[in-house]
């Protein structure tokens, strides 16, 4: 069997991928190659993904799925024009399909994903874009690598930096939200080990019902919010505080700053 995709880079999301599509059977083991130059990381991955196949150098592949820091995309896309490869998804944050395009032989389709952390436990969020040689067959054959870390959504590029600021950077809002609570049971006398599962347990059991009940979330609310009772002195107060107004405007704070990186 030949390699069917080639994982430039073996970080948290490079081993996401690589145990999320060896475990959903999308490839066998020896039909993925890691890239890692770091020895000590390589050898970790060897003994945890028994029958993929490492190495420090890239090997020859066809398609390439690039899980690295921006800085570098430029110098791997210059090792690749050799090999003039059929397929390049990057997840490499701010770098544009048209920049990868620039460094690699012309009409060389580039697919481009955000990605987001929880992707290592099976649960992301991905959206992908495609670059201007891409078509549905590419889109469609990075949607099956991603959904095996998750879900995925096609967007058109320009709106990436939204999805960054939304869904690349969201899991960190749900955890200041954790930390938060945490503070508040603590302050409020619960032992802080008490105060720390019921803040876990109730954002994951909050999230599973948001996700899975078909309900909006006002609605979701609503139903827990009843007049003059507990819930709804909590929202009253959050929102004399303008707590919407400040979620959105640090969503808008985030998707800006992810288009100053891709300039």
């Known amino acids: 069997m030949g390699i ?6 073996g970080g948290k999301m ?3 991928l690589l145990g999320g599509l060896i475990a959903s059977k999308w490839a066998e083991p020896n039909e993925i190659s890691i890239i890692e130059p770091d020895e000590s990381r390589l050898k970790e991955l060897q003994g945890k993904y028994e029958g993929a196949i490492f190495s420090k150098e890239i090997l020859p592949s066809a398609k390439f799925l690039f899980a690295v820091k921006p800085q570098i995309v430029a110098s791997i896309c210059q090792q690749l024009a050799e090999m003039k490869p059929e397929l390049v998804i990057s997840i490499a944050a701010g770098v544009t399909t048209r920049a990868i395009e620039k460094e690699l032989p012309e009409k ?6 955000m990605p987001n952390t929880p992707s290592m436990i099976g649960k992301g969020m991905a959206a992908i874009a495609a670059g201007s040689s891409a078509g549905k067959d590419h ?3 990075a949607s099956s690598i991603l959904s095996a870390v998750g879900e ?7 709106t990436l930096d939204a999805v960054t600021g939304l869904s690349g950077s969201g899991p960190a809002y749900l955890f200041l939200l954790a930390e938060a609570m945490i503070a508040s049971g603590i302050e409020n006398g ?7 599962v019921l803040t876990r347990q109730t954002l994951l059991g909050a999230s599973s019902l948001l996700s899975s009940s078909g309900v909006s979330p006002s609605d979701l609310r609503d139903s827990v919010t009843s007049p003059n009772g507990t819930t709804a002195a909590a929202i009253d107060h959050l929102d004399k505080n303008q707590f919407t107004e400040i979620i959105i405007a640090a969503i ?12």
């Open 139 to 141: 889109l469609d054959w």
């Open 152 to 158: 995925v959504v096609v967007v058109d590029e320009t």
């Open 190 to 196: 619960l032992d802080p080990t008490v105060a720390d």
């Open 252 to 263: 808008s704070k985030a998707t800006s700053r992810s288009k100053e990186l891709g300039e």
């Open 14 to 16: 490079g081993e996401a």
């Open 4 to 9: 069917k995709l080639s994982i430039v880079g």
């Open 108 to 113: 060389t389709p580039v697919i481009r994903v």
